[in-house]
Structure formats: C-alpha cells, structure tokens
C-alpha cells in the first residue's frame, strides 16, 4: 500500500482529498501543526522552520496543500505577509526536508493557484505563459521556486495551479451562495474577467492523476476547459440557485472597497488546461451549469 503524505488535511481540499485517496488504496499520513495524536500523524511547525523528519521515512508522495488564506476582504500589509511567509517558507520546509530522506517519495504535489499569471483579459493562458507581475503573481513564481530543493533531489515536483474550487462545502462559492440566496447576486465590475474554476470531484480526480501518471511534472493547470466570464458565472449561478442576479458591482467600489484584492479579482485569467488535456485526463464536469448541479445537488427542471 502507498502511503502519502497530506498538509493542510484539515480544509476543504485536504479534507476532501483524504478519504478520495483512502478510496483508492492509499495509506494518508497527515502533516499537523498540533501535537500529534494518532499514528498517521506527523508534526511540523512552519513557523519555527521544524518537522519531524524521521517520520517522514517511508513515503511514496507528498500533496502540499497548506497555507494562509488567500482571499480576504482587503489585504492588508499583515495579511500579506502571512500569505506569502506560509506558502512560501512552508514549502521550502517540506521540500528540503524530503529531499534530505534516505528514502525520497517519488513525487511532491505542490499546491500553487491560477493567480500565477495575473490579470490577461481575454488571452488564453497555457502552462508555459509567463507570469503576471500582481502580489499574487509574484507569490506564486517564488511559492513554486521554494520546492526547488526536491526539485533538485529528483523527486519529480508538479505545481497544481488550481482555479476556483466549486465545492457545496464551502470554499469559493460559500459567499456566492449566500449573497445570491438572498437575491443580492450580480456581476463583479464589467463581468468580462474571466473566471478559471474546477468541480471538486475533478479536482480531486486531477491530483490523483498528477500522482499516478509519470511523465507529469512542473507547472499544471488545474481548471476545467471551458472558462466563463464573471458575467456567465453570474448567470449560470442565478440559473442553478433559482434567484435573480440583477446587481452589479462597479469596479471602482470594488477597489476602493477591497484595495489590491479587489484589482486581483477584476483581472482574471482565461486558462486552458493544456497539460491535463494531453495526458489524457478527462473532465467529469467539464461545463459550469454541470459542475454547479453536481456539487450543490441540483437537479435540472429540463432533465438536461
């Protein structure tokens, strides 16, 4: 039986991710912060730059999934510098710390995100596009490069640059939801931004296959082929839920409001999961009015 090692097992992904591998086959062993209270536990503190490295001994794969939350309704210099000093530093401490086991995994999943590029408009955006010069651009080029000493060890590293994750459970669509039960939905700005999203039971599919499938390895775009504007998000959501959408926010309010977090959100990025598609990954949900069904249990009236 394999054995992978998990961060950040405690949120919407990892806790989601967990039992899917289990499913498969695979022993997890979770990566704590807390003290250690069962057997397939093993402590760090990321912030003290520690890890129990002999527990580490024996496994197969890692999937880096931990690190402060992203979104925020302002970033604040504080907020910030918390983002970038967990992902960052914390992934630098995982990679060096498997790169020096006498047994190495195979292979490290390395969570990044589709800010990587940055606002582009309507430019289709593959693995191999560069990156944006935003906050979280920049995070995400030195987010990538802090896995670098596993990199240089031969364990194969792929950084998974989600998009928004849909999940009933919460996540990106938590507040959406309750803005748009209300009947308080409607397009952020202009609504052209393109919005990258992923159903969660294709995203828990496409980390599997990042695990399994050899000849994967550095930048993967973890999004679904076809990309929405905010404007159709806006209208497929209000579709699903069955409740109007009629606001708008305009840009300028958006700024003012949530500063640089909110310029990062009227950018968007017009991704295509080019490596996914290559390697044969087939989405379950590839279309967003699908996807939305799926994971808010909603059954079209048509029967479509």
Same mark, same amino acid.
């Given at each position: 039986?394999?054995?992978?090692?998990?961060?950040?097992?405690?949120?919407?992904?990892?806790?989601?991710?967990?039992?899917?591998?289990?499913?498969? /086959?695979?022993?997890?062993?979770?990566?704590?912060?807390?003290?250690?209270?069962?057997?397939?536990?093993?402590?760090?503190?990321?912030?003290?730059?520690?890890?129990?490295?002999?527990?580490?001994?024996?496994?197969?794969?890692?999937?880096?999934?931990?690190?402060?939350?992203?979104?925020?309704?302002?970033?604040?210099?504080?907020?910030?510098?918390?983002?970038?000093?967990?992902?960052?530093?914390?992934?630098?401490?995982?990679?060096?710390?498997?790169?020096?086991?006498?047994?190495?995994?195979?292979?490290?999943?390395?969570?990044?995100?589709?800010?990587?590029?940055?606002?582009?408009?309507?430019?289709?955006?593959?693995?191999?596009?560069?990156?944006?010069?935003?906050?979280?651009?920049?995070?995400?080029?030195?987010?990538?490069?802090?896995?670098?000493?596993?990199?240089?060890?031969?364990?194969?590293?792929?950084?998974?640059?989600?998009?928004?994750?849909?999940? /009933?459970?919460?996540?990106?669509?938590?507040?959406?939801?309750?803005?748009?039960?209300?009947?308080?939905?409607?397009?952020?700005?202009?609504?052209?931004?393109?919005?990258?999203?992923?159903?969660?039971e294709d995203w828990l599919a496409a980390v599997y296959h990042l695990l399994t499938v050899e000849n994967l390895?550095?930048?993967v775009n973890l999004v679904a082929p076809h990309t929405v504007t905010n404007a159709e998000f806006t209208r497929?959501?209000?579709?699903?839920?069955?409740?109007?959408?009629?606001?708008?926010?305009?840009?300028?309010?958006?700024?003012?409001?949530?500063?640089?977090?909110?310029?990062?959100?009227?950018?968007?990025?017009?991704?295509?999961?080019?490596?996914?598609?290559?390697?044969?990954?087939?989405?379950?949900?590839?279309?967003?009015?699908?996807?939305l069904r799926h994971e808010l249990r909603r059954v079209d009236p048509a029967g479509l």
């Amino acid at each position: 039986m394999a054995t992978v090692l998990i961060s950040g097992a405690g949120g919407l992904l990892g806790g989601a991710l967990t039992p899917f591998l289990q499913r498969h /086959g695979y022993r997890v062993v979770r990566l704590v912060r807390r003290p250690v209270r069962e057997t397939d536990e093993v402590r760090w503190d990321p912030a003290a730059g520690t890890v129990d490295t002999g527990a580490l001994e024996g496994i197969d794969a890692a999937v880096h999934l931990a690190g402060e939350r992203i979104a925020a309704v302002r970033w604040t210099a504080a907020k910030k510098a918390r983002i970038y000093d967990s992902r960052v530093r914390g992934t630098y401490l995982l990679s060096a710390s498997l790169a020096g086991l006498s047994r190495r995994p195979r292979v490290l999943i390395a969570q990044s995100a589709s800010g990587y590029y940055g606002g582009r408009g309507a430019e289709v955006l593959e693995e191999g596009s560069p990156a944006g010069s935003s906050f979280l651009a920049r995070l995400c080029v030195d987010w990538e490069a802090a896995a670098d000493p596993a990199r240089r060890a031969g364990i194969r590293v792929v950084h998974a640059r989600s998009g928004n994750v849909l999940s /009933g459970s919460g996540g990106y669509l938590a507040p959406l939801l309750l803005i748009f039960r209300l009947g308080l939905g409607g397009r952020l700005g202009s609504g052209r931004q393109y919005v990258p999203w992923i159903a969660l039971e294709d995203w828990l599919a496409a980390v599997y296959h990042l695990l399994t499938v050899e000849n994967l390895h550095g930048p993967v775009n973890l999004v679904a082929p076809h990309t929405v504007t905010n404007a159709e998000f806006t209208r497929i959501l209000a579709k699903v839920l069955r409740r109007p959408a009629l606001f708008v926010a305009p840009s300028p309010l958006i700024r003012l409001v949530m500063g640089e977090f909110g310029q990062e959100i009227l950018g968007g990025q017009r991704i295509h999961p080019a490596k996914l598609a290559a390697s044969g990954f087939v989405f379950h949900h590839p279309t967003l009015e699908e996807a939305l069904r799926h994971e808010l249990r909603r059954v079209d009236p048509a029967g479509l």
